[in-house]
């Protein structure tokens, strides 16, 4: 008799937005930490922004290649450097991490940092070193640069 296998749980959705019941939460420390102004041009919607960041830090996406769903890629990489500039995602960070604790939510006594690496662009061992070398002076170019191992002969 073949064994049955045993079906595989589905795993949680991935998260690409900000759910209403976190929205709740966040919007107040948004509001209090950058009030909106009474006069001028009216703010933007800083879901939106918030969604732009979780969706550009999620893909790994460059800013300028985000969906119009989230605004203007230009908005959103502003309010991200000012998010990280006033230290917002610390304090929003610390808030959350209190409110699962009191759900039971956070075990302290193990932890784990997760970091995405950057591609090694030219991969392998290191290079050797760029040799500067002086351009023809019938040309009127600036200096040309090519690596110590190669002669170039020109």
Same mark, same amino acid.
């Given at each position: #008799?073949?064994?049955?296998?045993?079906?595989?749980?589905?795993?949680?959705?991935?998260?690409?937005?900000?759910?209403?019941?976190?929205?709740?939460?966040?919007?107040?420390?948004?509001?209090?930490?950058?009030?909106?102004?009474?006069?001028?041009?009216?703010?933007?919607?800083?879901?939106?922004?918030?969604?732009?960041?979780?969706?550009?830090?999620?893909?790994?996406?460059?800013?300028?290649?985000?969906?119009?769903?989230?605004?203007?890629?230009?908005? +959103?990489?502003?309010?991200?450097?000012?998010?990280?500039q006033d230290r917002f995602f610390e304090r929003l960070w610390a808030v959350l991490l209190e409110e699962?604790?009191?759900?039971?939510?956070?075990?302290?006594?193990?932890?784990?940092?997760?970091? #995405? #690496?950057?591609?090694?662009?030219?991969?392998?061992?290191?290079?050797?070193?760029?040799?500067?070398?002086?351009?023809?002076?019938?040309?009127?170019?600036?200096?040309?640069?090519?690596? #110590?191992? +190669?002669?170039?002969?020109?």
């Amino acid at each position: #008799m073949a064994q049955k296998r045993a079906k595989k749980e589905n795993p949680l959705d991935t998260i690409w937005e900000v759910p209403d019941e976190l929205w709740e939460r966040i919007e107040p420390l948004i509001n209090e930490a950058y009030p909106p102004k009474g006069t001028g041009r009216p703010r933007v919607d800083l879901r939106r922004v918030l969604n732009g960041i979780i969706f550009r830090l999620r893909s790994g996406c460059q800013w300028n290649k985000l969906p119009k769903e989230f605004g203007d890629d230009s908005t +959103v990489h502003r309010w991200f450097q000012r998010w990280c500039q006033d230290r917002f995602f610390e304090r929003l960070w610390a808030v959350l991490l209190e409110e699962c604790e009191e759900f039971g939510g956070v075990d302290w006594q193990w932890q784990s940092a997760d970091a #995405m #690496m950057g591609k090694a662009r030219f991969g392998g061992a290191k290079q050797a070193g760029i040799q500067q070398i002086e351009a023809n002076q019938g040309r009127r170019r600036a200096l040309l640069w090519k690596p #110590m191992e +190669v002669r170039w002969a020109w």
